[in-house]
Protein backbone atom coordinates (compact mmCIF):
# COMPACT_ATOMS: atom_id res chain seq x y z
CA UNK A 1 0.00 0.00 0.00
CA UNK A 2 1.40 3.07 -1.05
CA UNK A 3 1.25 6.52 1.33
CA UNK A 4 0.54 9.58 0.24
CA UNK A 5 3.24 11.80 1.41
CA UNK A 6 2.52 15.16 -0.45
CA UNK A 7 -0.61 17.24 0.45
CA UNK A 8 -3.61 18.33 -2.25
CA UNK A 9 -3.10 21.54 -2.80
CA UNK A 10 -5.45 23.47 -5.57
CA UNK A 11 -3.16 24.15 -7.74
CA UNK A 12 -2.23 19.86 -8.24
CA UNK A 13 -5.84 19.12 -8.29
CA UNK A 14 -6.21 21.77 -10.74
CA UNK A 15 -3.24 20.66 -12.81
CA UNK A 16 -4.50 16.97 -13.00
CA UNK A 17 -7.64 17.54 -13.86
CA UNK A 18 -6.29 20.04 -16.66
CA UNK A 19 -3.96 16.70 -17.87
CA UNK A 20 -7.15 14.36 -17.24
CA UNK A 21 -9.21 16.99 -19.62
CA UNK A 22 -6.55 16.99 -22.33
CA UNK A 23 -6.55 13.81 -22.59
CA UNK A 24 -10.14 13.55 -23.06
CA UNK A 25 -10.71 13.17 -27.06
CA UNK A 26 -13.18 15.82 -28.45
CA UNK A 27 -16.21 13.98 -28.62
CA UNK A 28 -15.57 13.00 -24.80
CA UNK A 29 -15.46 17.04 -23.95
CA UNK A 30 -18.41 17.59 -25.87
CA UNK A 31 -20.12 15.16 -23.88
CA UNK A 32 -19.24 16.00 -20.86
CA UNK A 33 -19.35 19.81 -21.64
CA UNK A 34 -23.35 19.38 -22.33
CA UNK A 35 -24.10 16.88 -19.64
CA UNK A 36 -22.85 20.08 -17.05
CA UNK A 37 -25.09 22.11 -19.42
CA UNK A 38 -27.86 20.05 -18.46
CA UNK A 39 -27.27 19.43 -14.71
CA UNK A 40 -26.55 23.05 -14.42
CA UNK A 41 -30.23 23.85 -16.02
CA UNK A 42 -31.46 21.23 -14.01
CA UNK A 43 -30.27 22.65 -10.38
CA UNK A 44 -31.60 26.36 -12.01
CA UNK A 45 -35.09 24.53 -12.80
CA UNK A 46 -35.24 22.68 -9.26
CA UNK A 47 -33.76 25.60 -6.88
CA UNK A 48 -34.32 28.23 -8.47
CA UNK A 49 -37.42 28.66 -11.30
CA UNK A 50 -39.87 25.60 -10.64
CA UNK A 51 -40.58 26.96 -6.24
CA UNK A 52 -41.26 30.90 -8.40
CA UNK A 53 -43.61 29.23 -10.66
CA UNK A 54 -45.78 27.35 -7.64
CA UNK A 55 -45.77 30.34 -5.42
CA UNK A 56 -46.95 32.50 -8.46
CA UNK A 57 -49.47 29.47 -9.62
CA UNK A 58 -50.63 29.11 -5.70
CA UNK A 59 -50.91 33.15 -5.01
CA UNK A 60 -54.50 33.97 -6.31
CA UNK A 61 -56.05 30.86 -4.34
CA UNK A 62 -54.16 31.79 -1.01
CA UNK A 63 -54.76 36.09 -1.69
CA UNK A 64 -58.36 34.54 -2.07
CA UNK A 65 -58.06 32.33 1.61
CA UNK A 66 -56.34 35.84 3.33
CA UNK A 67 -59.30 38.00 1.87
CA UNK A 68 -61.87 35.87 3.07
CA UNK A 69 -59.80 35.73 6.65
CA UNK A 70 -59.49 39.76 5.82
CA UNK A 71 -63.08 40.04 5.77
CA UNK A 72 -64.13 38.10 8.62
CA UNK A 73 -61.86 39.71 10.54
CA UNK A 74 -63.05 43.15 9.81
CA UNK A 75 -66.93 41.54 10.34
CA UNK A 76 -65.67 41.01 13.91
CA UNK A 77 -64.39 43.79 14.24
CA UNK A 78 -67.46 45.78 13.10
CA UNK A 79 -69.35 43.80 15.15
CA UNK A 80 -67.58 44.61 17.88
CA UNK A 81 -67.32 48.22 17.80
CA UNK A 82 -71.03 47.95 17.66
CA UNK A 83 -71.24 46.26 20.80
CA UNK A 84 -68.89 48.41 22.70
CA UNK A 85 -70.69 51.68 21.30
CA UNK A 86 -74.37 50.19 22.47
CA UNK A 87 -75.95 51.93 26.09
CA UNK A 88 -74.81 49.82 29.31
CA UNK A 89 -77.62 47.56 29.90
CA UNK A 90 -78.49 46.43 33.44
CA UNK A 91 -78.84 42.81 34.86
CA UNK A 92 -82.77 43.49 34.68
CA UNK A 93 -82.95 44.47 31.21
CA UNK A 94 -80.74 41.91 29.81
CA UNK A 95 -82.52 39.09 31.83
CA UNK A 96 -85.70 40.55 30.48
CA UNK A 97 -84.35 40.78 26.97
CA UNK A 98 -82.78 37.29 27.21
CA UNK A 99 -86.42 35.54 28.26
CA UNK A 100 -88.28 37.04 25.43
CA UNK A 101 -85.67 35.53 23.18
CA UNK A 102 -85.60 32.53 24.74
CA UNK A 103 -89.37 32.20 24.43
CA UNK A 104 -89.90 33.45 20.98
CA UNK A 105 -87.07 31.36 18.80
CA UNK A 106 -87.10 28.38 21.06
CA UNK A 107 -90.14 28.31 22.60
CA UNK A 108 -91.35 25.35 25.27
CA UNK A 109 -87.78 23.27 23.98
CA UNK A 110 -85.58 25.64 26.31
CA UNK A 111 -86.32 26.05 30.24
CA UNK A 112 -83.92 28.92 31.98
CA UNK A 113 -82.64 29.57 34.93
CA UNK A 114 -81.02 32.42 36.00
CA UNK A 115 -78.52 32.33 39.41
CA UNK A 116 -76.84 35.75 40.52
CA UNK A 117 -75.61 37.14 36.58
CA UNK A 118 -75.29 33.58 35.19
CA UNK A 119 -78.20 31.96 33.25
CA UNK A 120 -78.72 28.74 32.22
CA UNK A 121 -80.20 27.43 28.93
CA UNK A 122 -81.53 23.58 29.31
CA UNK A 123 -82.52 22.78 25.48
CA UNK A 124 -84.24 20.09 24.77
CA UNK A 125 -84.78 18.78 20.79
CA UNK A 126 -83.87 22.04 19.76
CA UNK A 127 -83.98 23.27 15.80
CA UNK A 128 -80.18 24.39 14.81
CA UNK A 129 -81.76 27.19 12.81
CA UNK A 130 -83.95 28.64 15.46
CA UNK A 131 -80.57 27.72 18.19
CA UNK A 132 -78.54 29.61 15.62
CA UNK A 133 -80.94 32.79 15.51
CA UNK A 134 -81.35 32.44 19.61
CA UNK A 135 -77.49 32.85 20.05
CA UNK A 136 -77.15 35.61 17.72
CA UNK A 137 -80.15 37.44 19.62
CA UNK A 138 -78.82 36.62 22.75
CA UNK A 139 -75.53 38.38 22.11
CA UNK A 140 -76.81 41.75 20.88
CA UNK A 141 -79.91 42.50 22.35
CA UNK A 142 -79.14 40.84 25.81
CA UNK A 143 -75.57 41.26 25.62
CA UNK A 144 -75.14 37.88 27.13
CA UNK A 145 -71.59 35.58 26.62
CA UNK A 146 -71.81 32.41 25.94
CA UNK A 147 -69.49 30.87 28.76
CA UNK A 148 -69.94 27.12 28.67
CA UNK A 149 -71.71 24.74 26.14
CA UNK A 150 -73.02 21.34 25.97
CA UNK A 151 -74.84 20.12 23.44
CA UNK A 152 -75.66 16.55 21.71
CA UNK A 153 -77.73 15.98 17.73
CA UNK A 154 -80.73 14.35 18.41
CA UNK A 155 -82.63 12.49 16.21
CA UNK A 156 -86.07 13.89 15.48
CA UNK A 157 -89.14 11.88 16.01
CA UNK A 158 -90.61 10.42 13.20
CA UNK A 159 -93.42 12.05 11.28
CA UNK A 160 -96.24 9.54 10.47
CA UNK A 161 -97.17 12.34 7.27
CA UNK A 162 -93.73 11.72 5.89
CA UNK A 163 -92.42 7.63 4.15
CA UNK A 164 -90.35 5.62 6.24
CA UNK A 165 -87.62 6.14 4.13
CA UNK A 166 -87.29 9.84 4.52
CA UNK A 167 -84.37 11.20 6.87
CA UNK A 168 -85.26 13.42 10.10
CA UNK A 169 -83.63 16.56 10.54
CA UNK A 170 -81.07 16.77 13.65
CA UNK A 171 -82.09 18.09 16.60
CA UNK A 172 -79.80 19.58 19.72
CA UNK A 173 -80.51 18.90 23.18
CA UNK A 174 -78.32 20.25 25.88
CA UNK A 175 -77.67 23.73 27.50
CA UNK A 176 -75.95 26.88 27.34
CA UNK A 177 -74.40 29.12 30.41
CA UNK A 178 -74.69 32.78 29.65
CA UNK A 179 -72.75 35.36 31.45
CA UNK A 180 -74.81 38.41 31.75
CA UNK A 181 -74.02 42.05 31.86
CA UNK A 182 -73.41 43.33 35.88
CA UNK A 183 -75.50 45.74 37.02
Do not use: Y
Not at 94 to 108: M, R
Amino acid sequence: MRKLDHKLNPHSVQHALQQRWTALSSREQNLLRWAAIVLMLASLWWWGLAPALNALREAPAQQARLDAQWQHLTDLQTQAQTLQKLPRMTQAAALKALQNSTTEHLGSGAQLNTTGDRSTVTLNAVNPEALSRWLAQVRTQARAVPVEAHFQRTAKEANPAKPSGAAAPALWSGSVVLSLPAS
